[in-house]
């Protein structure tokens, strides 16, 4: 089969991002200080992944779909290898986004992950689901919006598209990273506007690197089919958190064209204590 060759990001476009759900203007300023501190606690998040285990293991296996995972700004594969490790365990194929460190958007980033999607779903002959975490699901979310038939479902952890473009505490290193100013690449997509497929927003309140008012997706009359899923994590904990790993797998085995939102009260669970109601105001 022949395939389409890698095409350009499209040509800036003017835009508007959509309200907060609960009608506030979107974030405009980054965590506090204290916030970010508190990125510390991302050793016991990681060291919680033990004694979680077994509950873990319990989650929904998967039918053997492929998953793309991309790391966030500054980050290589390494850093997603245990949760694409626990994918692996629940029967799916994991990837890497495999281009080293992440260091924004450069020259041909874009164009090689979206051959990477279009190869993977060739070679299984089944649609992919995308991961991203921070920087990496903003990928995931374009390239869904640019093939959207071969994805699955889109999940993002503590990304940031529907906040200002200085609403996190890493926008200088973005742009010392990349070379690009990071106001002018807002710019260039919709970044707010949700894919046309299934797609979750894993975020939490207490992230010290983005806003978390950035991470949330507004309900969308165009599609219906996406969601906001609040965790108790830091950002750099977010993809070594065992609650936020729960929640990716109970909707990564969810069946093709069945989507349902998050059940976050799940029968005696304590879903309802593990996960906020990410609807309230405070």
Do not use: C
């Not at 350009?8 to 003017?14: E, G, K, N, Y």
């Not at 990928?139 to 919006?145: F, G, I, V």
């Amino acid at each position: 089969m022949a395939r389409p060759s890698p095409q350009p990001p499209q040509a800036p476009r003017a835009k508007q991002a959509p309200p907060s759900p609960d009608g506030a203007s979107l974030h405009e300023f980054p965590p506090s200080p204290w916030l970010l501190a508190l990125e510390l606690r991302a050793f016991w998040e990681f060291g919680a992944l033990l004694p979680a285990w077994p509950l873990l293991a319990r989650a929904p296996k998967g039918d053997g779909h492929a998953v793309l995972v991309f790391p966030g700004l500054s980050a290589n594969d390494m850093t997603t290898l245990p949760l694409r490790r626990y994918l692996q365990s629940l029967n799916y194929q994991p990837w890497g986004w495999e281009q080293g460190f992440n260091l924004g958007p450069r020259a041909g980033v874009l164009e090689d992950a979206r051959k990477q999607l279009i190869d993977t779903y060739e070679s299984s002959g089944r649609k992919v689901s995308l991961i991203g975490w921070s920087l990496g699901g903003v990928y995931a979310r374009e390239l869904a919006k640019d093939l959207p038939h071969m994805v699955r479902h889109v999940i993002t952890l503590g990304s940031p598209f529907a906040g200002s473009h200085k609403s996190t505490n890493v926008w200088r290193l973005y742009e010392l990273a990349s070379g690009r100013s990071v106001e002018r690449e807002a710019q260039s997509y919709e970044l707010p506007i949700a894919p046309p497929v299934p797609t979750t927003s894993i975020y939490s309140r207490s992230d010290g690197v983005v806003a978390w008012q950035g991470s949330i997706q507004a309900p969308s009359p165009a599609n219906p089919h996406t969601e906001n899923i609040e965790v108790l994590a830091s950002h750099i904990g977010l993809g070594v958190n065992p609650s936020a790993w729960w929640a990716v797998a109970d909707r990564l085995a969810q069946a093709e064209g069945s989507w349902k939102p998050f059940a976050r009260e799940d029968k005696g669970r304590l879903h309802g204590l593990i996960y906020p109601d990410a609807t309230r105001k405070s």
